[in-house]
C-alpha cells in the first residue's frame, strides 16, 4: 500500500517543500502526528490560524452557519456577510467592503480598483509603485506588484507600469512617483521580505506625497492585520489614513476568506460587473470571521498580544547575547517576530521538527515567528528553551 506522502507525489502539483510529517489532528498551538506526537507550531500555517486550531467560538459560529446554508450566490445579501463588513467598517477607516477568497485576490481587485481610480482624472494616470522585497501575492497581477524577482522571472511579460522602489528611501519615492501615479501598495512590516518595519517619519511623507500627487494609499495588511503586530490594524500605530486596507489570512479562522477594504471617496469607482468572485464573501467563512473579530476585539486582547510580542523579543535578545554568532538581528512588532541566523536558518528549522518545534524561514535567512495570538506565557517558555537547546546544537 502506498503511504500518503507516496500519493502526495504522485496526484498533487509539486509545488511545495513539504515537512516530513503526516499531521492527523490539532488543537490550540499543537498539530499532532500520526505517531500521536505533539509540535508546537511557532507559525499557524502562516499567521492563518490566529486563534489556534479547532477554537470553540469559531467551530460554533461554522456549525451554527452551516446549520441554515453553506452558499449563496452573490446576487441575494447574506446576514452573515453584511455582519462582518460591518464590524470591518467600524473598526477601520473604511467605508464599504468586497470579499475575497484570499489575499491575492483582494490585491488584485485594489489593482484594478487604483488603475479605474486613477483614469477617472486622467486616461495615463495608471503607474502603481510598490517596495523592493516586498510580497503581494502569486497571481500575475499581484506577481508583478512583488518586488522580487525570483518569483516572476519565469512568467514573463508581467504586468505594465508597476514601479518599485527601496525600502524607507523617501529621496528615491520623491523621483519615482508624480501625478501619473495612481497608487502605492505597501506593507508596513514586511512578511515575506523579512519582517521589516517602515519607519514612522518615512510614512508621514509618503502621505504628503500621495496628497500632492492625487495617488492612493493602499495597505497590505494580509499578513498584519488582525492583532498580528498589537494593533487590529498595523496602520493604526502611525500618522496615516489609508484609502485602501487589504485582508485575509486570520481573517476566516482557517477558512479561506479576503477582503478590500476602501475609503468613502471610492465607494462608487467599481460598478455593477466591474469585478466579482463566485466564492468571495462565503458565508460560512464570514460567519467564522467574525468569531474571530469578536474575539480579538475584546478589551484588553491587543494588549497582551503586545506583553506578549515583548516579553519573546527581550528573551530572543537575551539569547542573541549567548549565541552572537547565530542570531544576527531581532527585528519585529507584536507577534510577528523575524530572528535573522543567516546562513544557519534551514538547520535551525529542520532541527526544530526532532525537538517537536515548527518553525518556519523567510528571506532565505530569518527565522519567522508567527504564533497563535492567544499562545500562553507557557506555551512562548517552551519555544524558547527548545529555540535555545537548537541553538547549542547548531
Given at each position: 500500500?502506498?503511504?500518503?506522502?507516496?500519493?502526495?507525489?504522485?496526484?498533487?502539483l509539486?509545488?511545495?517543500?513539504?515537512?516530513?510529517?503526516?499531521?492527523?489532528?490539532?488543537?490550540?498551538?499543537?498539530?499532532?502526528?500520526?505517531?500521536?506526537?505533539?509540535?508546537?507550531?511557532?507559525?499557524?500555517?502562516?499567521?492563518?490560524?490566529?486563534?489556534?486550531?479547532?477554537?470553540?467560538?469559531?467551530?460554533?459560529?461554522?456549525?451554527?452557519?452551516?446549520?441554515?446554508?453553506?452558499?449563496?450566490?452573490?446576487?441575494?445579501?447574506s446576514?452573515?456577510?453584511?455582519?462582518?463588513?460591518?464590524?470591518?467598517?467600524?473598526?477601520?477607516?473604511?467605508?464599504?467592503?468586497?470579499?475575497?477568497?484570499?489575499?491575492?485576490?483582494?490585491?488584485?481587485?485594489?489593482?484594478?480598483?487604483?488603475?479605474k481610480?486613477?483614469?477617472?482624472?486622467?486616461?495615463?494616470?495608471?503607474?502603481?509603485?510598490?517596495?523592493?522585497?516586498?510580497?503581494?501575492?502569486?497571481?500575475?497581477?499581484?506577481?508583478?506588484?512583488?518586488?522580487?524577482?525570483?518569483?516572476?522571472?519565469?512568467?514573463a511579460?508581467?504586468?505594465?507600469?508597476?514601479?518599485?522602489?527601496?525600502?524607507?528611501?523617501?529621496?528615491?519615492?520623491?523621483?519615482?512617483?508624480?501625478?501619473?501615479?495612481?497608487?502605492?501598495?505597501?506593507?508596513?512590516?514586511?512578511?515575506?521580505?523579512?519582517?521589516?518595519?517602515?519607519?514612522?517619519?518615512?510614512?508621514?511623507?509618503?502621505?504628503?506625497?500621495?496628497?500632492?500627487?492625487?495617488?492612493?494609499?493602499?495597505?497590505?495588511?494580509?499578513?498584519?492585520?488582525?492583532?498580528?503586530?498589537?494593533?487590529l490594524?498595523?496602520?493604526?500605530?502611525?500618522?496615516?489614513?489609508?484609502?485602501?486596507i487589504?485582508?485575509?489570512?486570520?481573517?476566516?479562522?482557517?477558512?479561506?476568506?479576503?477582503?478590500?477594504?476602501?475609503?468613502?471617496?471610492?465607494?462608487?469607482?467599481?460598478?455593477?460587473g466591474?469585478?466579482?468572485?463566485?466564492f468571495?464573501?462565503?458565508?460560512?467563512?464570514?460567519?467564522?470571521?467574525?468569531a474571530?473579530?469578536k474575539?480579538?476585539?475584546?478589551?484588553?486582547?491587543?494588549?497582551?498580544?503586545?506583553?506578549?510580542?515583548?516579553?519573546?523579543?527581550?528573551?530572543?535578545?537575551?539569547?542573541?547575547?549567548?549565541?552572537?554568532?547565530?542570531?544576527?538581528?531581532?527585528?519585529?512588532?507584536?507577534?510577528?517576530?523575524?530572528?535573522?541566523?543567516?546562513?544557519?536558518?534551514?538547520?535551525?528549522?529542520?532541527?526544530?521538527?526532532?525537538?517537536?518545534?515548527?518553525?518556519?524561514?523567510?528571506?532565505?535567512?530569518?527565522?519567522?515567528?508567527?504564533?497563535?495570538?492567544?499562545?500562553?506565557?507557557?506555551?512562548?517558555?517552551?519555544?524558547?528553551?527548545?529555540?535555545?537547546?537548537?541553538?547549542?546544537?547548531?
Amino acid at each position: 500500500m502506498k503511504s500518503i506522502f507516496e500519493k502526495d507525489n504522485e496526484y498533487i502539483l509539486n509545488l511545495y517543500k513539504r515537512n516530513n510529517l503526516h499531521i492527523t489532528k490539532a488543537e490550540g498551538c499543537y498539530l499532532y502526528d500520526s505517531n500521536g506526537q505533539s509540535y508546537l507550531d511557532m507559525f499557524s500555517g502562516i499567521a492563518v490560524n490566529s486563534l489556534g486550531q479547532r477554537n470553540k467560538e469559531v467551530i460554533k459560529a461554522i456549525e451554527k452557519q452551516l446549520s441554515k446554508y453553506n452558499h449563496l450566490s452573490n446576487y441575494f445579501v447574506s446576514e452573515p456577510v453584511i455582519d462582518l463588513a460591518q464590524f470591518l467598517v467600524e473598526f477601520s477607516s473604511a467605508s464599504k467592503v468586497f470579499f475575497t477568497n484570499s489575499g491575492a485576490e483582494a490585491n488584485e481587485a485594489a489593482i484594478k480598483l487604483a488603475r479605474k481610480f486613477g483614469r477617472t482624472i486622467d486616461i495615463d494616470k495608471t503607474e502603481i509603485v510598490t517596495f523592493y522585497n516586498s510580497f503581494h501575492g502569486r497571481t500575475t497581477g499581484t506577481m508583478t506588484l512583488t518586488g522580487q524577482e525570483k518569483y516572476k522571472d519565469s512568467f514573463a511579460p508581467v504586468l505594465p507600469q508597476i514601479k518599485h522602489v527601496k525600502f524607507n528611501d523617501i529621496d528615491e519615492l520623491k523621483k519615482v512617483v508624480s501625478d501619473r501615479t495612481c497608487a502605492m501598495f505597501l506593507e508596513i512590516v514586511q512578511g515575506e521580505g523579512g519582517v521589516r518595519q517602515l519607519c514612522p517619519k518615512y510614512v508621514q511623507e509618503l502621505s504628503e506625497l500621495a496628497k500632492k500627487h492625487n495617488f492612493l494609499l493602499i495597505i497590505d495588511e494580509i499578513q498584519t492585520g488582525l492583532c498580528r503586530t498589537g494593533k487590529l490594524f498595523s496602520y493604526q500605530s502611525l500618522d496615516v489614513v489609508p484609502d485602501v486596507i487589504t485582508l485575509a489570512k486570520g481573517l476566516g479562522g482557517g477558512l479561506p476568506l479576503g477582503a478590500m477594504l476602501v475609503s468613502e471617496k471610492l465607494d462608487n469607482i467599481l460598478q455593477h460587473g466591474d469585478h466579482g468572485s463566485t466564492f468571495g464573501g462565503n458565508p460560512v467563512a464570514c460567519a467564522a470571521g467574525t468569531a474571530v473579530l469578536k474575539t480579538i476585539t475584546k478589551e484588553g486582547f491587543s494588549q497582551q498580544v503586545t506583553g506578549k510580542g515583548e516579553y519573546i523579543i527581550n528573551k530572543l535578545k537575551s539569547l542573541k547575547k549567548r549565541h552572537p554568532k547565530i542570531i544576527k538581528e531581532i527585528r519585529g512588532k507584536g507577534l510577528m517576530i523575524g530572528i535573522d541566523v543567516g546562513e544557519f536558518a534551514n538547520v535551525i528549522k529542520e532541527r526544530g521538527i526532532k525537538h517537536c518545534l515548527l518553525l518556519n524561514v523567510t528571506s532565505n535567512s530569518v527565522i519567522r515567528i508567527l504564533p497563535p495570538l492567544n499562545i500562553s506565557y507557557g506555551e512562548i517558555d517552551e519555544f524558547l528553551n527548545k529555540f535555545e537547546l537548537i541553538l547549542k546544537e547548531t
